[in-house]
Nanobody, 123 residues
Framework: QVQLVESGGGLAQPGGSLRLSCAAS????????MGWFRRAPGKEREFVSV????????YCTDSVKGRFTISRDNAKNTVYLQMEKLKPEDTAVYYC????????????????WGQGTQVTVSS
């Protein structure tokens, strides 16, 4: 059974930083493309970033380019999201996701989901 456990969320000030982690189990991690989605209050889930199996390629949504960096450690079965220059509009529940094949940026393009971790950006 696939399990994705996010950690690292919390409260940050505008301009601050947080690093999210997602520990994966129940499958072959180095065959999974790993990513992050988020859901802000009152909004639909939206794609944030994804990294390929070997970490050679990564994609992210325009609103986080230059501020968020996705990375992975296949030896630890863990994917990270380093978030810098946080803004209040980054406040959301962040979900770790798996795509066996990257087919797009929609919710239905991702096969497994974690429970989410709350990130709140506020002064």
């Amino acid at each position: 059974q696939v399990q994705l456990v996010e950690s690292g969320g919390g409260l940050a000030q505008p301009g601050g930083s947080l690093r999210l982690s997602c520990a994966a189990s129940g499958g072959t991690f180095n065959l999974w493309n790993m990513g992050w989605f988020r859901r802000a209050p009152g909004k639909e889930r939206e794609f944030v970033s994804v990294i390929t199996t070997t970490g050679d390629h990564a994609y992210c949504t325009d609103s986080v380019k230059g501020r968020f960096t996705i990375s992975r450690d296949n030896a630890k079965n863990t994917v990270y999201l380093q978030m810098e220059k946080l803004k209040p509009e980054d406040t959301a529940v962040y979900y770790c996701v798996v795509a066996e094949t990257i087919t797009g940026w929609g919710v239905s393009d991702y096969d497994y989901w974690g429970q989410g971790t709350q990130v709140t950006v506020s002064s």
